[in-house]
């Protein structure tokens, strides 16, 4: 049976360049488990998410760093020496349920936070990574950014080895990068209805 680590690895390369031809396809039994984890996060509440009993101090984790909104802990299944986690104190089951002023200030420990890592491994690069949803390698539904201390040639993603493909500028390519203009409108819109509603509320 494929480890968890492994399981976790697969996912995480395959998302930074999908090699739909080359890596193995995702066995039944993983696929089945992808469906009860999303089952699994609509039932997702504070009491069973591993990183709020951290949060609270009911389970043990190796702590880095800590403030008001966040805190970095070292991932008890690395997928390298110093893969770490920022997570928000409060619990959002994802990033896109997470405000903009607690990703902000999560990301605003980045280059304090992952700079300290690398100088504590001896690496020179690291990425970052935020697997949202299931089917994008998501385990723990609070969200959290990875830090990924990285060397040379340490062969971590499969994927770096195959060649990206260029974009093709054409009607299909056109078509949707004008979709995604439209949902941005869309979304800002719906926004802005919720800032007033919130507004006429208040008055």
Not at 67 to 74: A, H, Q, R, Y
Not at 81 to 93: A, E, Q, T, V, Y
Request: with cysteine; proline share 7%.
């Amino acid at each position: 049976m494929e480890s968890p680590s492994r399981r976790r690895l697969v996912i995480l390369s395959s998302h930074i360049n999908p090699p739909a031809e080359i890596l193995p396809p995702i066995s039944p039994l993983l696929a089945s488990t992808s469906a009860s984890e999303n089952c699994e996060k609509q039932n997702y509440s504070k009491t069973d998410c591993v990183f709020c009993n951290i949060i609270r101090g009911e389970a043990p984790a190796l702590k880095v760093y800590e403030d008001d909104v966040c805190l970095c802990i070292l991932d008890t299944n690395p997928l390298c020496h110093g893969h770490s986690l920022i997570i928000p104190k409060r619990h959002f089951s994802s990033l896109d349920a997470t405000p903009p002023s607690i990703i902000g200030a999560m990301c605003s420990k980045v280059p304090l936070i992952s700079n300290a890592v690398m100088k504590a491994t001896g690496c020179d690069a690291f990425n970052l990574l935020v697997n949202n949803g299931a089917a994008a390698g998501q385990v723990v539904f609070h969200t959290h950014i990875h830090i990924i201390p990285r060397k040379a040639h340490d062969c971590l993603w499969a994927s770096e080895s195959l060649r990206r493909r260029p974009l093709t500028l054409d009607q299909e390519a056109s078509h949707l990068a004008n979709c995604i203009r439209e949902n941005l409108s869309f979304s800002n819109n719906l926004e802005d209805i919720k800032v007033q509603s919130s507004s006429l509320i208040g008055n």
